[in-house]
């Protein structure tokens, strides 16, 4: 049965936070439907609204491209949460909602009496979610960081990078993008739990903790037996070649990677290089692994002549594991991105056309869909606080006490 | 939260972390294997150094909260088995190539004709259809089609991944968010549906909006080493490494001011820095000569100290700044440890007790986590195989045939 409207179809959702942990959270169920609310503040804005912001800039915290990009399909309404005034709209705005999912510092919400206890006696059901860095409870949780500081106490930073360099993290502060699906999935799971049950429930997510989840398998190693893995470049215990090659043409490389020996002679004439199949350094997958180097050394110079693009679909063709290290130019003119649909073009009033960004999942009775631009501040103000009974009049006065700020 | 949901799961290992999540949020997970194991998903290294794939270390990692059985698809009973477990499912999880299952008489719409209400999460490198399908990747391929290689690593040497499979970190919950997300769909519709899911879709993720940016003003950034849209985010400590950053505007400079009244107590705060009008500071305003300053100055005094010194100082100054951990510092770490985050796991037969990961999340309704250990060889079969109504005799027949 098909599902037109989205699965979230008529759920609620409202969001307070800022950065990218908590809002790209909600994007799964904005795009599937749900009526996603912003509540933010012009007085204290969302860093991510000034992040590219230079002195003279027209659109101010309209203009923030990254901000733009990363709240598609959702609405804003900007609420000055230190006037009681402003406490009063956020709590009639909760009396709507279904789901609350937020990500400031852990004392913020209580702050404003916007806690848990007292939300859920408003709401009977609610669903409420909190993702800090080290989540609510604990000697540590008021300490500041953005995702680059989490990644690094996850462990993700130690562990990309050359062994005789620097940690260089993998690129993108990897728990603002990994702790939001969890966020995302412990959202949906809940709302199965209460269509099951009618209850709702609170959850306290720390973002570091859903970094260092998963990578069980370092945490396993380390305390089974003493291990502690380490930044490799691409080196892997199991395969070899298992490298990243240099191609034709400025800054141009492939990934290959090479599993069994079977692999390996499929690569080795798909290179036409015979030799090196009959290279008794190179013939089995153990002998791989000790000469690594000057396999890779011998790959190196079969690659870097050739075209990347052509080389994966050479090597695709005869079953060797290949791809070609994608630049964003690359990504954007990927058939196969294109294919799943995954860029949209949406034209925002300041910045013009934008390509937006689906996530990961497609559901065979359901289209994903991108309709907005992330929202202008408070450009929702009259549309959602109408829909919570404010009549014209109000709205104009909170506007004018500085409420709706 | 999903108790009474029974997951059948054939993945490989790009699937054991969606698997383990579904386990560890209360559903009934049942990991099918062939009958003699899955060989790549439970190598080593093992658990007190012998090649034993029962002490695989990344299998006992990966598959907490699920049931064994063993099965063999490309025998006609096993098929038949498969169908009536199938029956029994609300989900199936699995990440074969695009059209393998099918080839065996067991795809999607061969499933979904007899059990309307199944929820079927296809986990694949690139997504079921589409000019890419056919193609094979494990994780290396994946971070370099899914962007994010292009973009880490060091400006002279080629890019780099993740020492662990990073990307299927990402897809994994993904997929157990798609599935939870089809469950909640099928209590209000009836039915379940394809949950297909791209791991190089996935990645893309982890550029945080870096394509669409590029959409907007058309400069390739390349890789940067330690560095971040300019500046550096990784810097040396006396024994190791901290991430601590100079852009992000409002929200970063009372740490920033923080760091240089912690210099000048120290008397390593040059004059210009302990001067500079934060106010007006703007990290997109910087020439290079500015920021090369401004790391010069921060670089010599974090080389003065370890991290530990720098973190205890940046919790009591509320800096942002953190070590770059390895994962014994991580289990050692205060406050994961007084949120309960790990958990010991037993292995009587091996004589070992193991830390885990439990799952992270704290409910309003009770414990959330790890339910069992990873399951040995066909552990489970006797159980799940007794609800189709096989007894013992029944089991050692499919033994003997290779089924089971």
Redesign the interface.
């Given at each position: 049965m098909s599902v037109p409207e989205g699965l979230f179809q008529g759920l609620k959702i409202l969001e307070l936070g800022a950065g990218a942990a908590g809002p790209v959270a909600t994007r799964y169920f904005a795009d599937q439907g749900a009526t996603v609310v912003r509540v933010e503040s012009g007085v204290r804005p969302d860093f991510l609204r000034l992040l590219h912001f230079r002195p003279g800039d027209p659109h101010g915290l309209n203009g923030g491209p990254m901000f733009v990009l990363m709240n598609p399909n959702k609405l804003s309404v900007a609420v000055n949460l230190s006037k009681p005034e402003g406490i009063e709209v956020a709590l009639r705005l909760v009396g709507w909602a279904d789901v609350v999912s937020e990500n400031f510092s852990p004392r913020a919400m209580a702050k404003w009496g916007l806690e848990y206890q007292r939300l859920r006696e408003l709401k009977p059901g609610l669903i409420m979610v909190s993702s800090c860095l080290f989540g609510q409870t604990g000697p540590q949780r008021m300490y500041p960081g953005f995702g680059g500081q989490g990644s690094a106490i996850a462990g993700f930073n130690h562990l990309a990078g050359w062994p005789d360099r620097e940690a260089v993290g993998p690129s993108g502060t990897i728990t603002d993008s990994l702790s939001p699906r969890y966020v995302a999935l412990l959202i949906a799971a809940a709302l199965f739990h209460r269509e099951r049950t009618g209850e709702g429930q609170y959850i306290d997510v720390s973002q570091i903790e859903t970094g260092v989840y998963s990578l069980s398998e370092a945490i396993v190693r380390a305390s089974a037996r003493g291990e502690v893995m380490t930044r490799r470049g691409n080196h892997a215990e199991d395969a070899a070649p298992h490298a990243i090659y240099p191609c034709a043409g400025p800054d141009r490389w492939i990934a290959i990677a090479v599993f069994s020996d079977e692999e390996w002679r499929r690569l080795c004439e798909a290179l036409g290089a015979p030799g090196l199949a009959r290279d008794p350094r190179f013939a089995r997958a153990a002998d791989r692994l000790v000469h690594e180097e000057a396999l890779d050394a011998a790959l190196v110079e079969r690659t870097r002549a050739l075209e990347p693009d052509a080389l994966m679909h050479r090597l695709q063709a005869a079953g060797v594991e290949a791809g070609v290290v994608q630049t964003c130019a690359d990504l954007l003119q990927d058939p196969q991105l294109a294919h799943r649909g995954h860029f949209v073009r949406l034209r925002h009033r300041h910045l013009g056309d934008l390509r937006f960004e689906h996530y990961g999942i497609c559901f065979s009775e359901s289209p994903r869909r991108l309709e907005t631009p992330g929202p202008d501040l408070g450009e929702h103000n009259l549309r959602v606080l109408g829909s919570v009974g404010y009549d014209e009049l109000e709205i104009r006065s909170l506007v004018e006490a500085g409420v709706l700020a | 939260?999903?108790d009474g949901i029974r997951i059948l799961d054939l993945s490989e290992e790009p699937g054991f972390?969606a698997g383990?999540?579904l386990g560890d949020?209360g559903a009934d997970v049942v990991k099918l294997e062939p009958p003699g194991g899955d060989r790549?998903g439970r190598?080593?290294?093992y658990?007190g150094?012998v090649a034993d794939p029962e002490r695989s270390?990344?299998w006992?990692?990966?598959n907490t909260s699920k049931r064994g059985i063993t099965l063999a698809l490309a025998t006609p009973r096993g098929r038949e088995l498969f169908g009536r477990l199938a029956a029994r499912a609300d989900v199936l999880l699995e990440t074969a190539a695009p059209g393998a299952l099918e080839a065996l008489g067991l795809g999607w719409e061969t499933l979904r004709a007899e059990r309307p209400r199944l929820v079927w999460c296809s986990l694949t490198p690139?997504?079921r259809?589409?000019?890419?399908?056919?193609?094979?990747?494990?994780d290396?391929?994946?971070?370099?089609?899914?962007?994010?290689?292009?973009?880490?690593?060091?400006p002279d040497?080629?890019?780099?991944?993740?020492?662990?499979p990073?990307s299927y970190?990402?897809?994994?919950?993904?997929?157990?968010?798609?599935i939870?997300?089809?469950?909640?769909?099928r209590?209000?519709?009836?039915?379940g549906?394809?949950?297909?899911?791209?791991?190089?879709?996935?990645q893309?993720?982890?550029?945080?909006?870096?394509?669409?940016?590029?959409?907007?003003s058309?400069q390739?950034?390349?890789r940067t080493?330690?560095r971040?849209g300019g500046t550096r985010?990784?810097w040396?400590a006396k024994d190791g490494?901290?991430?601590?950053?100079l852009?992000?505007?409002?929200?970063?400079i009372?740490?920033l001011v923080a760091t240089v009244a912690w210099m000048a107590e120290e008397e390593m705060a040059p004059a210009w820095l302990s001067e500079l009008d934060w106010k007006n500071y703007?990290h997109?305003?910087l020439s290079a000569e500015e920021i090369a300053r401004l790391e010069g100055a921060f670089s010599a005094f974090f080389a003065t100290k370890t991290r530990r010194e720098l973190f205890e100082q940046?919790?009591a100054r509320?800096?942002?700044?953190?070590?770059?951990?390895?994962?014994?510092e991580?289990?050692e770490?205060?406050?994961?440890r007084?949120?309960g985050?790990?958990t010991t796991l037993e292995y009587p037969e091996f004589g070992?007790r193991?830390?885990?990961?439990?799952?992270?999340?704290?409910?309003?309704?009770g414990r959330i986590g790890i339910r069992r250990r990873a399951p040995r060889l066909g552990e489970h079969n006797a159980e799940i195989y007794g609800e189709l109504g096989i007894d013992a005799d029944g089991l050692r027949e499919l033994a003997s045939q290779g089924v089971i």
């Open positions: - | 939260m999903l972390l383990k999540i949020l790549f190598r080593g290294p658990l150094e270390l990344r006992l990692a990966l690139f997504g259809t589409g000019p890419y399908a056919g193609f094979r990747a494990h290396l391929v994946l971070v370099a089609m899914g962007g994010n290689a292009a973009l880490t690593g060091d040497r080629a890019p780099v991944r993740c020492t662990l990073t970190y990402a897809a994994g919950p993904e997929a157990a968010a798609g939870a997300m089809a469950l909640y769909a209590e209000r519709s009836g039915h549906q394809l949950v297909d899911i791209s791991m190089q879709e996935c893309l993720a982890t550029l945080v909006t870096a394509p669409g940016q590029y959409s907007l058309p390739l950034r390349g080493g330690a971040l985010e990784i040396r490494d901290v991430s601590f950053g852009r992000g505007g409002a929200a970063r009372p740490s703007n997109n305003l940046a919790l509320r800096i942002m700044l953190a070590p770059c951990n390895d994962s014994r991580i289990l770490q205060p406050q994961l007084s949120r985050l790990f070992a193991i830390e885990h990961p439990d799952f992270f999340a704290k409910s309003s309704r």
